[in-house]
Protein backbone atom coordinates (compact mmCIF):
# COMPACT_ATOMS: atom_id res chain seq x y z
CA UNK A 1 0.00 0.00 0.00
CA UNK A 2 0.94 3.45 -0.67
CA UNK A 3 2.59 5.51 2.34
CA UNK A 4 2.19 2.27 4.40
CA UNK A 5 5.56 3.08 5.87
CA UNK A 6 4.43 6.30 7.35
CA UNK A 7 2.99 4.02 9.81
CA UNK A 8 4.55 2.59 13.01
CA UNK A 9 4.04 -1.41 13.26
CA UNK A 10 3.50 -1.53 17.18
CA UNK A 11 4.67 -5.18 17.46
CA UNK A 12 7.30 -5.35 19.50
CA UNK A 13 11.16 -5.94 17.56
CA UNK A 14 13.94 -7.56 18.14
CA UNK A 15 16.76 -5.78 19.08
CA UNK A 16 20.68 -7.13 19.29
CA UNK A 17 22.46 -4.67 21.75
CA UNK A 18 26.26 -5.79 22.33
CA UNK A 19 25.09 -9.70 21.67
CA UNK A 20 22.30 -9.52 23.51
CA UNK A 21 19.01 -9.78 22.74
CA UNK A 22 16.01 -7.09 23.85
CA UNK A 23 12.74 -6.90 22.72
CA UNK A 24 11.27 -3.14 21.78
CA UNK A 25 7.72 -1.86 20.87
CA UNK A 26 8.31 1.01 18.58
CA UNK A 27 7.35 4.18 19.84
CA UNK A 28 4.39 6.06 17.90
CA UNK A 29 4.36 9.56 17.06
CA UNK A 30 1.33 9.64 19.85
CA UNK A 31 3.84 8.19 22.57
CA UNK A 32 6.06 11.41 22.12
CA UNK A 33 3.41 13.84 22.15
CA UNK A 34 2.39 12.45 25.29
CA UNK A 35 5.75 12.35 26.45
CA UNK A 36 6.63 16.10 25.70
CA UNK A 37 3.75 16.97 28.85
CA UNK A 38 6.73 15.93 30.84
CA UNK A 39 9.95 16.20 29.07
CA UNK A 40 9.68 19.72 27.63
CA UNK A 41 10.11 22.51 29.65
CA UNK A 42 10.43 25.86 29.63
CA UNK A 43 13.94 27.72 30.39
CA UNK A 44 13.22 30.35 32.69
CA UNK A 45 15.80 32.78 31.71
CA UNK A 46 16.20 32.60 27.97
CA UNK A 47 12.04 31.74 27.57
CA UNK A 48 12.92 28.88 24.94
CA UNK A 49 11.67 25.31 25.27
CA UNK A 50 14.25 22.70 26.09
CA UNK A 51 14.02 19.30 26.51
CA UNK A 52 15.13 17.09 29.57
CA UNK A 53 16.36 14.16 27.83
CA UNK A 54 17.32 11.98 30.43
CA UNK A 55 13.44 11.89 30.79
CA UNK A 56 12.98 11.43 27.09
CA UNK A 57 15.13 8.28 27.16
CA UNK A 58 13.52 7.18 30.89
CA UNK A 59 10.13 7.14 28.18
CA UNK A 60 11.67 5.18 25.27
CA UNK A 61 13.29 2.62 27.84
CA UNK A 62 9.80 2.24 29.39
CA UNK A 63 8.73 0.38 25.42
CA UNK A 64 11.46 -2.32 26.51
CA UNK A 65 9.30 -5.83 26.45
CA UNK A 66 11.81 -8.20 27.35
CA UNK A 67 15.59 -8.40 28.32
CA UNK A 68 17.89 -11.01 27.75
CA UNK A 69 18.79 -11.26 32.00
CA UNK A 70 16.64 -13.66 34.50
CA UNK A 71 14.98 -13.43 37.89
CA UNK A 72 17.99 -14.57 39.71
CA UNK A 73 19.53 -11.72 37.53
CA UNK A 74 17.56 -9.02 38.39
CA UNK A 75 17.37 -10.07 41.98
CA UNK A 76 20.86 -9.72 42.55
CA UNK A 77 20.87 -5.93 40.42
CA UNK A 78 17.82 -4.51 42.08
CA UNK A 79 16.21 -6.89 44.88
CA UNK A 80 13.54 -7.77 43.58
CA UNK A 81 12.97 -11.43 42.71
CA UNK A 82 10.70 -10.98 39.76
CA UNK A 83 10.68 -11.62 35.94
CA UNK A 84 11.07 -8.73 33.88
CA UNK A 85 7.12 -8.76 32.62
CA UNK A 86 6.67 -8.77 36.36
CA UNK A 87 8.72 -5.17 37.51
CA UNK A 88 6.73 -1.47 37.26
CA UNK A 89 8.49 0.82 35.11
CA UNK A 90 10.21 2.66 37.87
CA UNK A 91 11.87 -0.89 38.45
CA UNK A 92 12.97 -1.45 34.66
CA UNK A 93 14.11 2.08 34.87
CA UNK A 94 16.22 0.65 37.86
CA UNK A 95 17.69 -1.81 36.66
CA UNK A 96 18.41 -0.73 32.90
CA UNK A 97 20.38 2.13 34.49
CA UNK A 98 23.09 -0.16 36.23
CA UNK A 99 23.93 -1.41 32.65
CA UNK A 100 27.35 -0.35 31.82
CA UNK A 101 27.67 3.10 29.87
CA UNK A 102 28.25 1.69 26.78
CA UNK A 103 25.93 -1.07 26.98
CA UNK A 104 23.38 1.28 27.79
CA UNK A 105 23.81 3.83 25.63
CA UNK A 106 24.04 1.54 22.81
CA UNK A 107 20.54 0.50 23.75
CA UNK A 108 19.34 3.81 23.62
CA UNK A 109 20.95 4.47 20.18
CA UNK A 110 19.21 0.79 18.76
CA UNK A 111 15.85 2.25 19.85
CA UNK A 112 16.17 5.97 18.54
CA UNK A 113 17.78 4.28 14.95
CA UNK A 114 14.71 1.91 15.14
CA UNK A 115 12.11 4.71 15.43
CA UNK A 116 13.99 7.20 13.18
CA UNK A 117 11.90 7.22 9.37
CA UNK A 118 12.71 5.35 6.48
CA UNK A 119 14.01 8.52 4.69
CA UNK A 120 13.63 6.41 1.24
CA UNK A 121 10.07 5.62 1.46
CA UNK A 122 9.32 9.51 2.41
CA UNK A 123 10.71 10.50 -0.65
CA UNK A 124 8.52 8.16 -2.87
Known sequence: ???????????????????RKF???????????????EVMQLDPIEK?????????????????????????????????EAEWSALNSDDRYKFLSKLKPKLFDDLINAMKVTDEPDIKSLKN
Request: glycine share 8%; proline share 6%.
Open 23 to 37: KYKPTTGGDENEWLK
Open 1 to 19: MRYENDFVDEKPIELDVGG
Open 48 to 80: VPIVNWSLYNRKKLENITEVPYEAELIKKVIGK
